[in-house]
């Protein structure tokens, strides 16, 4: 069974430019969340989409934004980045929404903005 | 506000020590707590999830308690490929949807 896949691995950006993100789930897993990982905050949730409708928001300013197809797959756009936009930006699926579904990550993007 | 915090931040073991990995949580209410390895440019990958004081789950070389308040991660025997970032999360009631905020993990490294 194909896990949780993420595209493109590697992205280089500058200031001020925009970037989007793509997130296949597990096949059958109708949620996808988004984490930004990095050295100092360490994992913090973005946001998180079930059929296709936003469920939980974190604590990120609105140039984080994303959205979900009717296949569940899942895209998540930074517009004008800036130099603290640089982590991973993992990928998570689960079944459900319900709470206490086991999250299954994918392999992340690493976005450098310079 | 939802807070985990682990200890120790980085861990050096011989291969053969034995020892634990302690997660203490703060939550309004606990629906799950997740455990989770992440190996270096990769994602998270799961290990238990745990649902409630007292519960107990065992894999390999690995083995993950509940209290009320904190978790353990005990590596019996561990080997060098046991070497990783270990992450605890949680999901509290009070939050809708899967939402997990995690831990600053547990940095092992197991030395042959």
């Known amino acids: 069974k194909a896990g949780v896949t993420q595209t493109p691995r590697y992205l280089i950006k500058t200031r001020g430019q925009q970037v989007t993100l793509s997130c296949s789930p597990i096949s059958g897993h109708r949620s996808v969340s988004w984490y930004q990982q990095t050295p100092g905050q360490g994992l913090q949730f973005l946001f998180e989409y079930f059929s296709e409708t936003q469920r939980n928001k974190g604590n990120f300013p609105g140039r984080f934004s994303g959205r979900q197809f009717s296949n569940s797959r899942s895209e998540m756009n930074v517009s004008t980045l800036e130099l603290g936009d640089s982590a991973l930006y993992l990928c998570?699926?689960?079944?459900?929404?319900?709470?206490?579904?086991?999250?299954?990550f994918g392999p992340g993007t690493r976005l450098t903005v310079l | 506000e939802d807070q985990v915090t682990q200890s120790p931040e980085a861990l050096r073991l011989q291969e053969g020590e034995s020892s634990s990995l302690n997660c203490s949580y703060t939550?309004?209410?606990?629906?799950?707590l997740f455990w989770y390895r992440q190996d270096p440019g990769k994602g998270p990958e799961f290990l238990f999830t745990?649902?409630?004081a007292g519960e107990e789950k065992e894999k390999e070389r690995l083995k993950a308690t509940l209290t009320k308040k904190e978790s353990f991660l005990h590596i019996t025997a561990p080997k060098p490929e046991d070497s990783a970032t270990y992450l605890c999360a949680v999901q509290a009631s009070g939050n809708a949807g899967n939402m997990l905020t995690f831990g600053g993990g547990t940095r092992l490294m197991v030395k042959p």
């Open positions: 939550v309004s209410g606990l629906r799950g």
């Open positions: 745990l649902y409630s």
């Open positions: 998570a699926s689960s079944r459900t929404t319900s709470g206490s579904d086991t999250q299954y």
